[in-house]
């Protein structure tokens, strides 16, 4: 395996990646983009001071800290960056594509000059701390484990631009929904359970399955029900032993699940109540708009669409992890949102323009054994796909503008004989 090949295929790769993904930008910004997603993938990290350094770059550094900085405020970059993925991710996306929502949050506890900081709630640590939110849409198949980040937004209630949770999450289902021309099914948790969340899906006319939280209230046979007292009387006919595997760990759940018809008190539109026992102590209630009939394949399609969102966490703590987001450091409000939509485009890069593509998928074995895991390849391969990137990249030192020059051995010359 000659590794300075291998590098040079893979600085092409980001050369053409990140050409279309800053489609619509100067000329200046794209090769900023570029310089970008180089220093993030060859880093794993979001510090302007060590993305600098793997551009080696014949100047003082903090003229390059300084230019990066400068170009990182752009005002479209966000929604340029962000749209060029999801261009990309376009043919992905399918009928029944799930497209799975999810907020999270970056804390910041010990920043205090940051843009905009406001109060979140800290998962790690389970408090509140300074810190951002962030919209996260990741794109799955029910039954596959590849997953395809979309999209990836932060934001603060504090700042002034901003109209509050709802219209970000808006915001986000929005434009996925444009760019995959409508396609694919929303799946939310609990906390999208809401009257205006509800009202949007259904006037636009887009498929979803959401959690509804116990004290939901449905309208079912005339009569205005709690939708857990419902839970406890709706019939479930079928039975099913799902095996969910998470960190080389199985855990095995014994679930009954069946469903009813029932519509919002706020609408008279026709909806589907699936209930599930089995994972937990009470059910687990999912309401859907798409139609559904007595059927075991059915209505098990719909349990596991939705416990594959389960698997997004592990796709959001590999973009924190992998990339250091937590630690960012830039303090104004636009080059944070800016700085995601970069890293949302480095893990694109590493999850499916390296990762699961098929004419890539040499390239793609050999990033994995690049990475030297000690205990082989976790079930979550990207991890190892990001390190592997770093590893390769970390040999070069003459940045992602001088291509490498695989090394030629020079054949000795023959002397003439007389």
Known sequence: MNLAKVTAKL??????????VSEGLPKVARRFVEEMLYGIASEQSVHLSQIARSLSEKIPLIKTINRLSFELSRRELWEKVTAGVLKLAKGDIGADTLLILDLSDIAKPYAKAMEYLGRVHDGSLDKLADGYWTVQVIAAEVGRAEVIPLYS?????AAPDCAGENEEIFRAIDMVSRASDNRGIWVMDRGMDRKIIFDRLLTSRRRFIIRLKGDRRVQYSGEKLIVTDLARRCFLPYSETLVWEEREKETSYDISFGFCRVSLPETPLPLCLVVVRGFGLEPMMLLTNLPLRKNRAVLLRIVKAYITRWGIEETIRFIKQSYQLEDIRVQTYRRLQ???????????????????RLKLSVLSSIVIRASKRIFGTAPFRYYAIADGIKELLSRTKTGPWQPITPWIPRTQLKLPIP
């Open 338 to 356: 800016n700085m995601m939509a970069l890293v949302l485009a480095a893990a694109y890069f590493a999850a499916v323009h390296i990762g699961g």
């Open 11 to 20: 600085k092409e790769q980001i050369k053409v990646f990140s050409g279309k």
């Open 153 to 157: 937004r932060l934001y603060s209630i």
